[in-house]
């Protein structure tokens, strides 16, 4: 980005700057889809309700990796693993940041793998997230303190991820923080009140997470983005014209 002085938005969770614990999803990749073998068998208890998967492949090597490196979570699972990582995927994106951790750290005595993360994997700590906003190319915007689904939520508790991430960055950073994301950002993930609290807050713009085109009746507080994934810089081309044709422009 520096090399092209292209500008960006890294929006953070302030309760998870500096945690040598991955996001969830990251750790449910390295309990699930990283080489290495697994029982047979899973079971948690996720409200009260308790849950079993059988037949899950008990070896994933290398090469599966490999193979299977572009999927993702809305694609179809090709093996065993990855429909329970998208199952598991559902049942913790709506839970409470400790029901989350509970079902991780299940997870991961099953798996028989360590309950820490990855150092490759960890967020942002306060100097390298000040270090990051330095020079002001990368502006930090607020992506709550949690990552919750706020739509979820009561209005209180949204309230709270809001404005104390909101606090937290700016007394990180000793700037005004003015951009916000909502977390998985889709249409059901956020309601009227998330958008109301955003603009209390005294945030100036807010992204969500659907296709779209920027234009003089754009709501700033729904701002439409496009999805890039891991792709190499000729799939990246191809998108960038979809997207143009998607915009239409």
């Known amino acids: 980005l520096k090399a092209?002085?292209?500008?960006?938005?890294?929006?953070?969770?302030?309760?998870?700057?500096?945690?040598?614990?991955?996001?969830?999803?990251?750790?449910?990749?390295?309990?699930?889809?990283?080489?290495?073998?697994?029982?047979?068998?899973?079971?948690?208890?996720?409200?009260?309700?308790?849950?079993?998967?059988?037949?899950?492949?008990?070896s994933f090597a290398r090469s599966d990796l490999e193979r299977f490196k572009a999927w993702n979570v809305?694609?179809?699972?090709?093996?065993?693993?990855?429909?329970?990582?998208?199952?598991?995927?559902?049942?913790?994106?709506?839970?409470?940041?400790?029901?989350?951790?509970?079902l991780v750290g299940e997870v991961a005595a099953w798996a028989q793998r360590p309950a820490e993360g990855r150092p490759s994997h960890r967020a942002l700590d306060r100097e390298e997230l000040r270090s990051l906003a330095a020079d002001g190319l990368v502006e930090i915007g607020s992506h709550t303190v949690d990552h919750p689904v706020l739509a979820g939520l009561p209005a209180e508790a949204q309230r709270r991820q809001i404005e104390d991430d909101k606090r937290a960055l700016e007394a990180l950073l000793g700037e005004t923080v003015g951009s916000f994301a909502y977390p998985f950002g889709g249409s059901s993930d956020y309601d009227a009140a998330a958008i109301r609290l955003v603009k209390e807050a005294g945030f100036a713009r807010a992204c969500a997470n659907f296709a779209g085109r920027l234009d003089a009746g754009t709501d700033p507080f729904q701002l439409p983005r496009f999805i890039v994934r891991d792709w190499d810089g000729p799939e990246f081309a191809r998108r960038l014209d979809g997207f143009r044709r998607t915009a239409g422009t």
């Open 4 to 58: 092209q002085g292209i500008p960006a938005t890294v929006f953070v969770c302030s309760g998870q700057v500096g945690s040598a614990r991955e996001f969830w999803w990251d750790d449910l990749e390295r309990l699930l889809l990283t080489p290495g073998r697994l029982p047979a068998t899973l079971a948690v208890s996720v409200g009260g309700r308790e849950l079993s998967w059988a037949g899950i492949e008990t």
């Open 74 to 102: 809305l694609t179809p699972p090709p093996t065993a693993r990855h429909r329970l990582y998208a199952e598991l995927c559902r049942l913790l994106r709506p839970l409470a940041v400790d029901e989350r951790a509970r």
